[in-house]
Each structure stands twice: as C-alpha cells, then as structure tokens.
C-alpha cells in the first residue's frame, strides 16, 4: 500500500498539463470615452472614482427601507441566490473528479456445488470472505480533468456575477417603480385640486346663467371641464392602485408604508453619479463579468477537448484480507492486494473528437461575440443616460417657468373673465393649460430621476478599482 501512495505521489508530480488556450480579454468593441455634442454635459475626467453603493445613492429614507426588503424577499433574487448554491456543488462535482477517490469494501460467499460438478461423487460448499480497501485515480497527464474543473468554476463565478447582476436590476427596479408610484400620487393630488377649481368655475357659470349672465355655451364648457378632470381623477386613482401592487411584488410582501402628504420630486432624492470616467469602467458591470466568465468557460471546454485525443490514464489498487473462513479473514497470512493499471488510447472515433472540438471553439467564438453584444449594449445604456442627464435638467427648468407663465395667465384671466372683459373660452383654455402645465412638469421630474436610476443601473451599481480577473 505505500509503494501504491509512493506511485500515485510522482506521477501527480507528473501531472498538471493544461491545454486550455491562452486566454486574452478581447478589446473593447466601443470608444475609449463617452459621446459628445450639444445633448451631453461637459465634465472633467474622473479616475479613482470610489464605488457608490446604493444606500448612499438613494437618499429617500422610505425607498431604502423599501429596497432593503425587496432584497431580502424578492423571489427571483431569491432563485439567482439558489442557482449560485448549486453551481457551487456542481463544481465540487467536478472537483472531486481529480482526487483519488477511497472506497471500503467487504464482502462474503457461499456456494454450494454439485458433486458432479466437483470430480467426485460428494457435493461441497466454497467459502470465501474478504475485505479490502481500494483507490481509483485518473491520471490528468494531459489536463482533461483540470479542464473541466477549470470550466465548472467559471460557470460558477458566471453565476455569481447574474445574481450581482439580478440585485441590481432589482434595486433599480424597486427604485423606479416606486417614483412612478409618487409620481402618479402627485398627479392624482393635482388632478384633486384641478378638478376642485372646476367645479367653483362651474357653481360661478351656473349662477351666471340662472340670473341670464352666462350662456348655455359657457355652461356647456364648464361641465365638460369638469367631467374631463373626473375621468382623469379616476385614471390616476387606477395609476397608484396598480403601482403599489407592482411594487409589492417587487419587494415581495405588502406595502405598508404612505406616501408623504405633499410629494416633492427633487433632484435631492438621488445623490450625484461620478460620470467622468473611462468606457472601461463596464468591465465591472455584472452582465459583462457574467459574459466573459462564460466566455472563459468555453476556453477551457477547448482544453477538455483537445484533451480528449490524448491517452487516458487510469490507476485501480486493492488491499486488504481474504479468506475462506470468516474467523480466519484477520489472521496473518491473509493479506491481499490488486494493483491493475489501465490506459485508453482512441484510435478510431468516427470525427466524434474532432467534431466535439470543433463544437467547443465554435461555442467560444459565439461567447466571444455575447461578450463584445453586451460591452456594445452597456456602452449604448451608459451613452443614453448621459444623453438624459445632458437634457432633462434643461427640459425641468424650461417646464418651470411654463409653468409660470401658466399660472400667471389664469389668473389674468379669471380676472379678465369675471370683469366681463374676455369670454369664458379663454378662461377655460387658461385652466386648461395650468392643468397640463402641472402634469408635465411632474412626469417631466419622474423622467429625469428614472434616467439617474438607469444611470446607475448602466454603470453596473457601482465602480472605481477594477475587480474582474
């Protein structure tokens, strides 16, 4: 047994040849740095940026909380978090394969034979007992096993970065669905107050044309004001209803928390995106260290093929005591061993080798791609983000003062209309353009902020020191 572990020692010496190709990261598919032009700002070059983790990039205390749950009890994070768990025992799996693998057996026997079958005229019974202790090892001379060890472990780290990757599509997730949900809260709010200024519009108009002031026509306007502000009160109250249960599921449980009684949705909900970096900075986004693990994965896949051409070494030993009587299987002189080692050679395999080497260079040249499609895509989601940023903060501030001017203008002409200066019509497109006013300049700031969100999103959750091996 010892000259058997004494063997196994130098040829594991032997051991350890790799056939996986040399693996190099493929250039960059995209500019070295972000688009520029008029719809872009204009920001001085970062390097050494520190990461920004979500908690600090969401400064509402509520959607905090919120994320906080969700990432506790969201289920398809919950099935990422399970998936990581078992690609970790497949590639223990596959680990196991390249260790000497010990096994214990005993075993015993009786049998009878007929006395024709002995040579003789009595029958007899045959007794045999043993008990062994017995190794098998493959000999990995030309890195097939470390291949596929190799291969298992990067679809593991592959499976590690989509969980990363599915925790912070959902904290983005979480975070626009719940400023879609404020957003709406607030249009509902300014629906309410619309729709309370129509209705004193129409009790006016309605007195006006009880004492003969104001004409069926004007009457007519204002009902009609009125039941258009109700059809949207009820769309709204529709909005919030789907919203909150949209992102109950998110979080995965009831949402208990209201909103506040006057919604603000400022640009202080979300803390500034250091966006002065280079394009390299989304080799750290999940997605793309999923890619180019995956991509590393069929690298060593080639190894294991080429591999296959190669001999394969066995070694199978046994050692222990026999007997044909079971009180004597531990005495002196029962000491057994086995030492049979095999090798396989293929010689003839039809183009199976050759094919399935084929395969696995062409599933690499495909993850090759994958890997280049994603940097393509993020490098698109980033320059949008940028583009977003570049031209919301214009659009919000342009709205502003619309809505301004708006809110000047109905007063003018309520005052005007009540003199009896100008027609009701002018009133009513007054109010009519103060209510669309307020509506935009909300969805206008819930765009804005869902485009940092995105931001945050394309620029991986986080970044600075690159990690990616």
Request: glycine share 6%.
């Amino acid at each position: 047994m010892k000259r058997l572990l004494i063997c196994s020692a130098l040829t594991a010496a032997l051991a350890g040849c790799s056939m996986i190709p040399a693996y190099q990261r493929p250039a960059l598919p995209v500019a070295d740095s972000w688009p520029t032009g008029e719809a872009y700002e204009t920001v001085p070059a970062q390097s050494g940026a520190a990461p920004l983790a979500w908690q600090s990039f969401f400064r509402d205390p509520q959607l905090r909380e919120l994320i906080e749950v969700a990432l506790e009890n969201n289920r398809d994070l919950r099935v990422a978090v399970l998936n990581v768990a078992a690609t970790s025992e497949l590639y223990r799996i596959q680990r196991a394969d390249g260790l000497p693998s010990l096994s214990a057996n005993g075993s015993g026997s009786r049998t009878h034979t007929p006395a024709g079958l002995n040579g003789n005229t009595q029958s007899g019974i045959n007794s045999q007992y043993s008990a062994t202790l017995g190794v098998a090892w493959e000999i990995d001379l030309f890195g097939r096993v470390g291949s596929l060890q190799q291969q298992a472990l990067e679809e593991y780290l592959a499976t590690e970065a989509a969980q990363r990757g599915v925790q912070v599509s959902l904290i983005a997730s979480v975070a626009n669905s719940y400023l879609r949900w404020q957003a709406n809260q607030a249009l509902l709010q300014t629906t309410q107050d619309t729709l309370q200024t129509y209705e004193d519009s129409l009790r006016l108009t309605q007195r006006s044309f009880d004492v003969g002031i104001a004409s069926t026509l004007e009457l007519t306007q204002a009902r009609t004001a009125v039941e258009t502000a109700r059809s949207s009160l009820a769309a709204y109250k529709r909005l919030v209803a789907q919203d909150r249960n949209a992102l109950a599921l998110l979080v995965g449980q009831r949402v208990s928390i209201l909103p506040s009684a006057k919604i603000e949705l400022g640009t202080d909900l979300l803390a500034e995106l250091p966006v002065g970096l280079a394009s390299d900075v989304l080799l750290q986004r999940p997605d793309i260290v999923q890619a180019e693990y995956a991509l590393r994965g069929a690298s060593a896949n080639i190894g294991a093929a080429r591999a296959a051409f190669f001999p394969s070494i066995s070694l199978t030993a046994n050692a222990g005591s026999a007997s044909n009587q079971l009180s004597d299987l531990f005495q002196s002189g029962s000491e057994y061993w086995n030492f049979s080692p095999s090798i396989s050679l293929p010689i003839f395999s039809a183009g199976r080798l050759q094919a399935n080497l084929n395969y696995a260079e062409l599933i690499r040249d495909v993850r090759v791609a994958e890997y280049e499609k994603s940097i393509q895509m993020a490098f698109s989601e980033v320059a949008d983000g940028l583009a977003a940023r570049g031209t919301y903060r214009d659009q919000v501030a342009a709205q502003q003062r619309l809505l301004s001017a708006s809110e000047d203008y109905f007063q003018i002409a309520e005052r005007r209309y009540r003199s009896g200066v100008d027609s009701y019509l002018i009133l009513l497109d007054a109010q009519r353009q103060l209510f669309t006013a307020r509506q935009q300049l909300i969805n206008d700031r819930l765009n804005q902020l869902t485009s940092e969100v995105d931001l945050f999103r394309a620029l991986g959750g986080s970044w600075g020191t690159q990690t990616n091996r």
